[in-house]
């Protein structure tokens, strides 16, 4: 049998990280976003194309490690006790622990194990310090953050835009990276962000479960008169799609074992792994001796 080939292996990373985000009813999309905040921080900083397509695939898998975490954690409708917050928490090393046996794990280590390090130290696992955080650590914490505070949960709405750039820049220097933290505020205020807040694909945003409140993501594929179901409650719904608006529309009935099957995304896996593979996959060198040199 062949060994895979490197756009195969860097399918694998995606896709694990999507199926781990479908067991989250709350937040679809959310890796989605994290990529592209993380992508226009990373161009914003001046980096080359090969560091910002790092950068965005360290965004996209930054919560590989969620994995670990029970469903009735992930999924509470309501605000975390301390002591499931620390169960949280574990979700980082988790992740770097996953992403350890794999070939192209250099890719995304720092973003998945050290994206809740804070400039102050106080942020987890290791409580490092400013410029003992990685690079892609620092921009995939802020694009977390935003994304965190501007997605609605069950319990409240998301932000508006300038709120959640606002909270960021009364946090500078402890929270989060002054400088970089200062070039997403500009993004945020020239309005280079709108167009993804929520949003789980270009353009198409989230819908709201008119039965229970959490957010149903739909896929580009999915066109008038097909069903959707809401992954929290599981309510069945016929999208109605009229010059351009997306409707959901009630049949009366739930689907839970539809519903809760996590399911992947191939044809944004394959737009990702496309956009990705130029600057990222080894061209004239072998895998590993590629990976060394990285």
């Known amino acids: 049998m062949s060994a895979p080939s490197p756009h ?14 479908a067991r989250d009813a709350y937040t679809g999309g959310h890796l989605w976003r994290v990529a592209q905040f993380s992508r226009l921080l990373a161009q914003a900083s001046g980096l080359s194309v090969l560091e910002v397509e790092r950068i965005a695939l360290g965004g996209f898998l930054h919560d590989l ?12 409708p309501d605000r975390l006790t301390d002591e499931e917050y620390d169960i949280i928490k574990t979700h980082p090393q988790v992740g770097a622990d996953l992403l350890a046996g794999h070939p192209l794990a250099e890719l995304a280590m720092d973003a998945v194990l050290l994206h809740h390090e804070t400039p102050d130290g106080r942020g987890y ?6 410029d003992a955080i990685p690079l892609v650590a620092r921009i995939v914490g802020i694009a977390d953050a935003f994304d965190a505070m501007t997605s609605s949960r069950p319990y409240r709405a998301g932000m508006p835009i300038a709120r ?14 002054r400088e970089l933290g200062l070039l997403f505020i500009a993004l945020g205020r020239e309005g280079q962000l709108a167009h993804i807040v929520g949003h789980s ?3 198409l945003p989230l819908q709201t479960c008119p ?7 739909l896929l580009r594929h999915q ?4 069903t959707v179901l809401c992954p929290s409650c599981a309510g069945e719904y016929r999208l109605q799609v009229e010059n351009g608006l997306r409707r959901l529309m009630p049949t009366g009935r739930r689907e839970p074992a539809q519903a809760r099957q996590p399911r992947a995304n191939p044809v944004l896996i394959e ?14 060198r072998g895998l590993m001796g590629w990976l060394r040199a990285a």
Do not use: W
């Open 65 to 76: 490690g969620k994995i670990g975490v029970p469903d009735a954690v992930l999924n509470k």
């Open 223 to 226: 066109g008038d008169g097909d």
């Open 271 to 284: 737009e990702l792994v496309a956009s990705a593979g130029v600057a990222l996959l080894p061209r004239r």
């Open 8 to 21: 195969d292996l860097l399918k694998t990373l995606y896709t694990m990280a999507m199926m781990v985000e």
């Open 125 to 130: 696992p290791q409580g490092r310090k400013a």
């Open 211 to 217: 039965g229970c409140g959490p957010i149903i993501p």
């Open 164 to 177: 959640a750039l606002h909270i960021i820049e009364e946090h500078l220097g402890s929270q989060f990276d």
């Open 201 to 203: 694909e270009p353009g």
